[in-house]
């Protein structure tokens, strides 16, 4: 089946502090990638939606030059959490999909702490 | 807004009981998919109906979509422990592309 990684799995950073997250399809080229945020007991809402060699569509509300999304390549995308805050803490969830696919597929999540 | 809303929020059941949990939306849809994600983990696809279908099994797993009401349920037949997680289902919008909505999801335990 089609795994998608992703890294780190948590990460703890200072306030005003960079982090990078990184998502790969591993064995299937993704065409479009979503990057989706999760706050405990809640659900997934989708911050932006990425394209290869194309800029992101944000969701209404995300801010773009706080949450940088770089999707270089056919497997890899990249959410960058800018001057992090404490408010972003929170699990931040990628898929993949690919015009072979009827399901997006999902990464491992990954937990930001921001202190 | 969320485009499901799922209830119960919350379903507590003993191994061997049947759970069922039900999800509403709103627009018109093209298929409609139910996920699991485990405590902490990411999302895993269940099964996926399409807005013609009406029931699909999928080993323990029952999923019947009405189209005129606009809501799904997916029943879990002779639950075990290991089926404790959140279950979620998401609607991809009609016109075109992956985008997935999800709902609220329904927290399930199954106490052994």
């Known amino acids: 089946g089609a795994v998608v990684s992703q890294h780190p799995s948590w990460v703890i950073c200072k306030s005003g502090t960079s982090v990078k997250i990184e998502c790969r399809s591993l064995?299937?080229?993704?065409?479009?990638m979503f990057w989706y945020r999760q706050f405990p007991k809640q659900s997934l809402m989708l911050m932006a939606t990425s394209n290869e060699g194309s800029k992101a569509t944000y969701e209404q509300g995300v801010e773009k030059d706080k949450f940088l999304i770089n999707h270089a390549s056919l497997t890899l995308s990249t959410l960058t959490v800018t001057s992090a805050h404490p408010e972003d803490s929170s699990f931040y969830i990628c898929?993949?999909?690919?015009?072979?696919?009827?399901?997006?597929?999902f990464g491992p999540g990954t937990r930001l702490t921001v202190l | 807004s969320q485009q499901g809303e799922e209830d119960p929020q919350a379903l507590s059941i003993q191994e061997g009981e049947n759970a069922t949990m039900n999800c509403s939306y709103k627009?018109?849809?093209?298929?409609l998919q139910w996920y699991r994600q485990n405590s902490g983990r990411g999302l895993v696809h269940l099964i996926l109906?399409?807005?013609?279908?009406r029931e699909k099994h999928s080993g323990r797993l029952r999923v019947t979509l009405d189209t005129s009401k606009k809501s799904s349920s997916l029943l879990i037949t002779a639950s075990r422990a290991a089926d404790t997680a959140s279950y979620f289902c998401?609607?991809?919008?009609?016109?075109?592309?992956?985008?997935?909505?999800f709902g609220e999801g329904t927290q399930l335990t199954v106490n052994p």
């Open positions: 064995d299937f080229q993704a065409t479009t």
């Open positions: 898929s993949a999909a690919s015009e072979f696919y009827n399901e997006q597929f």
């Open positions: 109906i399409r807005s013609n279908e």
């Open positions: 998401a609607t991809p919008p009609e016109t075109s592309g992956s985008r997935l909505t």
């Open positions: 627009t018109s849809i093209n298929n």
